[in-house]
């Protein structure tokens, strides 16, 4: 790693025992967040084809934290079981730029959609055109303005280097006391990277807030019915809101933290702050998988199915008697339930009786040129003054999420 004084940087600033708790969470955090992101990832290209627009910014961000997850974790948990940074100086310049690009990445998504969503509730006459080449393009135009910023410190705006803590890697936060380019780079990123995006995302959802509010107020003094904000949309603010307050809640403590290093002339800041601060940071991974996967219902639906089909291939897998065994009791449960059914039909509110064999707008005696079907439910849906008529089955599967 060179010399000796840079040899110190990269030993551990604080006690074993601190380090091993840092490790042990960051194991923690490193497990959850590798299997909620990528399954969230797996549900969302299920769903590939009914994708929405606006949840295109819900994969982006979990693209974004799997790979904080994958080029963070690998590093930062050996190095705190072994009290020093064990990797080149080199890999701390990737570590560094890949946890600020990542990071960056996954605050630019949030900012985004809570703009997206501000579109959808508060300017409807636009939102409605809100199609997902404008969100293919909004993602792209997020994860570049994260790179201009990531990019700075490799090319001599800001400086990376080990963390005060000594066994990670970051932004040199120390150097803008003695380099103006430094210092105009801390400042730049702090105002566009921080202060910026945490103002547009207060306030959209501030905006969002005086609409759903307004709007009750006008269905309940039966002013306006068109301004009713439905429930899927009410939820989808709830579910932007928790992954943005938890992420804000994450990033803070070490933004402020850092803030106080760059720009105190004292050193008084201890280094168990910046590693208090870097494990806020690094649960950030975990929030949007956490909320997304729990409490949104088409992801969940999608996820309880795949994990009842794989439970089952599984235990076909591994007990096939029993599996042959169970098929064949089902089987012999379902032919005493036909008989059954045929011993005792049902009365239908023509007085005719009901059978499973017929089609019962066939007349007695057609049965050999009848089709066996089973009258299928209808429900009539008024929207407007439109009259559609679907299955009563796809009613919960057409249900809109907002999204």
Known sequence: MGNASDIHLYVSKISKESDIILASIYTIFGLMSLMGNSTLLFVAYRKKSSLKPAEFFVVSLSISDLGMTLSLFPFAIP?????????????????????????????????VLSSVCWLKICCPNYGSKFAPRH?????????????????GPTSGWGEYGPEPYGTACCINWHLPRSNTSAKSYIVCLFLFCYIVPCSIIFLSYLFILLTVRGARQAVQQHISPQNKITNA?????????????GFLTAWSPYALVSMWAAFSESDDIAPVAFAVAAVFAKSSTLYNPLVYLVFKPNFRRLLCRDATLCCRVMCHCLCPSADAHKAHSCEAARQRQGVKEDANSTRLSNGLGETHSACRHCPEGATDHCLDVTPLRTARILAGSTISEMAVSQLSNDQSDFL
Do not use: P
Not at 137 to 148: F, K, N, Q, T
């Open 79 to 111: 190095s705190s079981f072994y009290h020093r940074w064990l990797f080149t100086e080199s890999m701390c310049m990737v570590y560094a730029f890949c946890g600020m690009f990542f990071g960056l990445c996954s605050l630019t998504n949030l900012t």
């Open 135 to 151: 969100a293919c393009l909004l993602v792209l135009g997020a994860w570049c303005y994260a790179l201009i910023f990531a990019v």
């Open 233 to 245: 949309q009410t939820l989808i603010v709830k579910l932007s809101v928790a992954v943005c307050i």
